[in-house]
């Protein structure tokens, strides 16, 4: 019954995806529509997925693979429907809903899916708190990115001064830009809380994972101390963002902290 559910959620992000190229292709794109109902309709699937299955667990459900890139592309969605209207960044669901059906179908199709034996001990607060919240900031890293990639798009069609259709449905360059810097401070702050939650949990820490997630911390305060201090151009920012975002991917396999052989 879970898998269903998810599996209607990858479709309506697939039916939003399709019908804004669709829509862009033919001329006839208007911001806020079918698309943000089928982004929202997608989320609402995800959290019923969540729901049940963190029910059965009887915990947060992010004990694997699996569970770590459905939660991803949850928070995905949940930052786009907060900040994407409000920031009037309409046109950043043509680049979420992608983001999102890719994260879930490969969490479908891949055997990531394996379930755990029992914990001996139940999770602490503070230790789900680390892994969720976490994994919330990644899917404003992840935002921070699809705006940072629509940055870079943007600004390569007025050097070249190559406009397509697409260029004046984009949000104007500052608005951008403030989008992705409130996108980097919103994932840093949360980070920042589920790195500390990270060392309130009262069991051995995994030094390497510690360490790379450090390392994510550093990575994204560097890029809001270039920000706050103007010494980095903004399409230099933009490139950061999705450099980062990139990297921090591959911390996702160290988050499978329920499991029985693995904490974090």
Same mark, same amino acid.
Request: glycine content about 8%; charged content about 10%.
């Given at each position: ?50 729901? /049940? ?7 947060? +459900?992010? %004990?694997? !693979? @699996?569970?770590?890139?459905?939660? $991803?592309? #949850? ?16 046109l950043?669901?043509?680049?979420t ?45 992840a ?19 190559? /406009? ?7 949000? +104007?360059? %500052?608005? !951008? @830009?403030?989008?992705?810097?409130? $996108?980097? #401070? ?10 500390a939650?990270?060392?309130?949990t ?44 990139s ?18």
């Amino acid at each position: 019954m879970d898998r269903t559910l998810l599996i209607v959620a990858t479709l309506c992000f697939f039916l939003a995806m399709v019908r804004t190229v669709i829509a862009i292709r033919g001329g006839g794109y208007r911001p806020g529509g079918f698309s943000f109902f089928a982004i929202g309709l997608g989320f609402v699937f995800q959290t019923a997925f969540l729901y /049940l299955r963190g029910h059965a667990l009887g915990r947060c +459900p992010i %004990t694997n !693979l @699996f569970e770590v890139f459905i939660f $991803l592309a #949850w928070s995905v969605s949940l930052i786009y429907l907060l900040v994407g209207p409000a920031y009037r960044l309409s046109l950043m669901g043509a680049f979420t809903a992608p983001l999102v059906f890719g994260l879930q179908t490969f969490a479908l199709l891949a055997p990531i899916d394996v379930r755990h034996s029992p914990l001996r001990y139940s999770p602490t607060p503070w230790l789900e708190l680390h892994a969720s919240v976490s994994l919330i900031a990644y899917g404003s890293f992840a935002l921070a990115c699809v705006a940072g990639l629509m940055y870079l798009v943007q600004e390569r069609q007025l050097k070249r001064r190559q /406009l397509n259709s697409m260029f004046y449905l984009f949000p +104007p360059l %500052t608005d !951008l @830009f403030a989008a992705i810097t409130r $996108l980097v #401070w919103l994932g840093f702050v949360l980070l920042t809380v589920g790195l500390a939650a990270g060392f309130l949990t009262g069991q051995p820490l995994p030094y390497g994972k510690v360490a790379w997630s450090l390392g994510v911390w550093v990575f994204y305060a560097v890029i809001l101390l270039a920000r706050h201090l103007g010494t980095t151009a903004p399409r230099r920012i933009a490139a950061l963002c999705v450099l980062a975002f990139s990297g921090a991917l591959t911390l996702l396999w160290g988050i499978t902290f329920l499991s029985q052989t693995h904490s974090t």
